[in-house]
């Protein structure tokens, strides 16, 4: 089993950032690699950027590339999401995912991760 910690959400002027940190712990070894969701309310659980955890390839959606950054440490088996350029159409319950080995029903499915965190709020406003 892999439990997935997130931090860092909250409220900012557009324009603004915020970095949110997602700690895994548990069985890591077992991932291959981890994304960033979001969802807001009465809309689909989109994708937002993914980072394979062996060779640090990295995806991003066209809403957020140029403005997020995924990176990953994987001594503190952590994954982070700096979001710059905030806008309002950014603010989201933010979730961490992640995918074991053996899943490949492609990085922007849902149904490819089998660890979800909790979730954390972010809210821009204009």
């Known amino acids: 089993q892999v439990q997935l910690v997130e931090s860092g959400g909250g409220s900012v002027q557009a324009g603004g950032s915020l970095r949110l940190s997602c700690a895994a712990s548990?069985?890591?070894?077992?991932?291959?690699?981890m994304g960033w969701f979001r969802q807001a309310p009465g809309k689909e659980r989109e994708g937002v950027a993914v980072?394979?955890?062996?060779?640090?390839?990295?995806y991003y959606s066209d809403s957020v590339k140029g403005r997020f950054t995924i990176s990953r440490d994987n001594d503190k088996n952590t994954v982070y999401l700096q979001m710059n350029s905030l806008r309002p159409e950014d603010t989201s319950m933010y979730y961490c995912?992640?995918?074991?080995?053996?899943?490949?029903?492609?990085?922007?499915?849902?149904?490819?991760?089998?660890?979800w965190g909790q979730g954390t709020q972010v809210t821009v406003s204009s």
């Open positions: 995912a992640a995918a074991s080995f053996g899943r490949n029903g492609g990085i922007w499915s849902r149904e490819t991760y089998n660890y």
């Open positions: 548990g069985i890591t070894f077992s991932m291959n690699y």
């Open positions: 980072i394979w955890i062996r060779n640090g390839m990295i």
